[in-house]
């Protein structure tokens, strides 16, 4: 450089052997997943009022009362056969029922923890109990969907990820309801499976062997899948922490526990039908624990048709069909007891949801805790 020039560069020239500055990075847009969760998305009112909810609660109703109507002459003493169901048993319906509660919430603690995210068992458990009500009120299993967003509301996860570990837990509960309800029938049917329970038994084998393909399929080829095809990547984006909350939700050292705790969660389905069709005290209903189990797992497998609330009338029916084909109860008396065990299941999730739905901060972002462990987003 020559002396009297300045030191600068002149506006008008580049000096090309200096050193390119650094361009200072754009902060990239937020993808959905990680957009804030506004209370007002999560309005469950909003939910209610939609021309398709109100449609999917009305049919099952009406299609209820055509049933009630049609059979008015058999079902006239189910309010008699209610009003006599025994108290005591009715409780210890009720009780194992909401035991299972606490259950839920802490396989949903581990299978998160698995993914990175640290929450208390009673956070976990209040957000499946407001999940149920939002299940038991809206067609399509959206309260899984709430769930989420309540978890990320509250926590500000990924959502995404916490879609795997639902997922997952989906899966868990899918393959015990089969291995659960068929070893319940073997033992139930010992003497040789109706036709119809047949049926069920290669329903469920097919249904554990889809689960088991799909889920080779996401490990080793979802992602190279998705990058073979013209994927926004977005989507990729999304698929990856889907990914990760399911395949990081389960260790092989945890499963054991995870299993153990999927257990126990259907056992107290099978013993709350139990104790419901012990509360009446009929003397030609006989099917036993491994009936109830069976007859619970089958009610509980349609509680996933989308097509209304809780599987209402779907549900229902089942039930009433398994206790009047396959172990001869009289329609009264299976009537009654679909009946009873609805109420526990599914209104009382309505009452006591509803009331903890008014007095939770957690539908309002207002649950927060302090984490022990902030969830990595990626």
């Keep these: 450089m020559e002396d009297g020039q300045p030191t600068g560069v002149a506006s008008d020239q580049m000096d090309l052997t200096a050193p390119t500055p650094a361009?200072?990075?754009?902060?990239?847009?937020?993808?959905?997943?990680?957009?804030?969760?506004?209370?007002?998305?999560?309005?469950?009112r909003r939910r209610l009022l939609q021309p398709r909810t109100?449609?999917?609660?009305?049919?099952?109703?009406?299609?209820?009362?055509?049933?009630?109507?049609l059979n008015g002459d058999r079902l006239v003493e189910v309010p008699k056969?209610?009003?006599?169901?025994?108290?005591r048993y009715v409780a210890l319906a009720f009780g194992i029922f909401y035991l299972g509660f606490p259950l839920r919430g802490y396989r949903w603690k581990l299978l998160l923890r698995g993914t990175g995210v640290d929450v208390s068992t009673r956070d976990s458990?209040?957000?499946?109990?407001?999940?149920?009500?939002?299940?038991?009120?809206?067609?399509?299993?959206?309260?899984?969907?709430?769930?989420?967003?309540?978890?990320?509301?509250?926590?500000?996860?990924s959502l995404s990820r916490t879609f795997g570990t639902v997922f997952m837990e989906r899966v868990l509960d899918v393959i015990a309801i089969a291995v659960l309800g068929m070893a319940?029938?073997?033992?139930?049917?010992?003497?040789?499976?109706?036709?119809?329970?047949?049926?069920?038994?290669?329903?469920?084998?097919?249904?554990?062997?889809?689960?088991?393909?799909?889920?080779?399929?996401?490990?080793?080829?979802?992602?190279?899948i998705l990058n073979a095809l013209p994927t926004p990547h977005q989507v990729l984006d999304l698929y990856n922490r889907f990914e990760e909350g399911v395949f990081g939700a389960v260790a092989l050292r945890g499963l054991p526990l995870l299993l153990f705790l999927t257990g126990?969660?259907?056992?107290?389905?099978?013993?709350?039908?139990?104790?419901?069709?012990?509360?009446f005290g009929f003397d030609d209903v006989s099917i036993g624990l491994s009936g109830a189990v069976f007859v619970a797992l089958i009610g509980s497998l349609l509680t996933a048709v989308p097509l209304s609330p809780a599987g209402l009338?779907?549900?229902d029916a089942g039930i009433v069909f398994v206790l009047t084909v396959a172990y001869g109860v009289p329609l009264p008396e299976a009537t009654a007891i679909a009946?009873?065990?609805?109420?526990?299941?599914?209104?009382?999730?309505?009452?006591?949801?509803?009331?903890?739905?008014?007095?939770?901060?957690?539908?309002?972002?207002?649950?927060?805790?302090?984490?022990?462990?902030q969830a990595a987003e990626a």
């Design 184 to 224: 319940a029938g073997f033992w139930s049917f010992r003497s040789g499976l109706p036709p119809e329970i047949q049926v069920v038994f290669l329903i469920g084998v097919i249904v554990v062997g889809v689960l088991a393909v799909g889920l080779l399929t996401m490990r080793n080829f979802g992602r190279r």
């Design 125 to 157: 458990t209040e957000i499946i109990f407001l999940s149920w009500l939002v299940n038991c009120i809206v067609p399509a299993k959206l309260g899984d969907v709430y769930r989420a967003y309540l978890l990320k509301l509250n926590r500000d996860v």
């Design 81 to 87: 056969l209610l009003l006599q169901a025994d108290p």
């Design 54 to 69: 109100i449609l999917s609660i009305t049919v099952p109703l009406v299609i209820i009362a055509i049933f009630f109507w």
């Design 313 to 315: 009338g779907i549900a």
């Design 339 to 373: 009946l009873l065990d609805r109420v526990i299941s599914v209104f009382s999730i309505i009452l006591f949801g509803s009331i903890a739905h008014a007095i939770s901060g957690k539908p309002r972002g207002e649950g927060r805790a302090a984490p022990k462990q």
């Design 23 to 44: 361009i200072p990075a754009v902060p990239a847009k937020p993808a959905d997943d990680d957009a804030p969760v506004r209370p007002e998305q999560l309005s469950i």
């Design 264 to 279: 126990l969660i259907w056992a107290t389905e099978g013993l709350r039908l139990y104790f419901v069709i012990a509360s």
